[in-house]
């Protein structure tokens, strides 16, 4: 019987139940494969872990994968996405009447996520980048970013934002749907 050990990023304390339920469903479905997981507290061990074959699948972030990809010498591919992943958008937000459009954002305060974050930071930044808004002509103050908004998913934190929108401590925050 083939053994597979997946690894996983713990970024939550919901993650564990997430991967027992994976790990069963997996276990019944496939009868000549034994899946198990082990999980880490972050994606640069999990990337090491890959390279060194301790593990033989990652579940990693975009940024974690290329990552991979680069340690590897291009050895590592993606072999599934989850489909909560294919249509994610990021909001552009601003206090109502302050911009009329994204170039209104130069000389501004912009909020993100963590800068390692697809949704948070890095696409926003991108399409900030294609709307022809060069980053260089932001002031690097300009960018303010907090590592607590890598999973967006607590209306404290976005209650929180919003209220640093309101003071004008930041004119312009991308926000993940």
Known sequence: MKSILVGAVAYAP?????WDTIREYANDY????????????????????????K??????????FIRSRHC????AEAILMRDTDIGFKSVFVAK??????????KGKKFGL?????????I????????ASLALKEMPLDSLHQSSAMIHLKSIALIAMW???AIQGEVNLMCWIK
């Open 30 to 53: 496939f009868k000549d494969i034994r899946l198990d997981y082990v999980l880490f507290s972050n994606y640069e061990r999990q990337v090491q872990w890959l390279k060194e074959g």
């Open 96 to 105: 109502r009447d302050t911009m009329k459009g994204l170039e209104d954002l």
């Open 72 to 75: 590897t010498n291009n050895g």
């Open 162 to 164: 919003a209220n640093t």
């Open 14 to 18: 919901q993650i564990v139940p997430i």
């Open 55 to 64: 593990i033989d699948i990652a579940w990693n972030t975009n940024v974690a």
């Open 113 to 121: 996520g963590s800068l390692d974050s697809a949704q948070a930071a």
């Open 123 to 130: 696409m926003p930044l991108f399409y900030l980048q294609q």
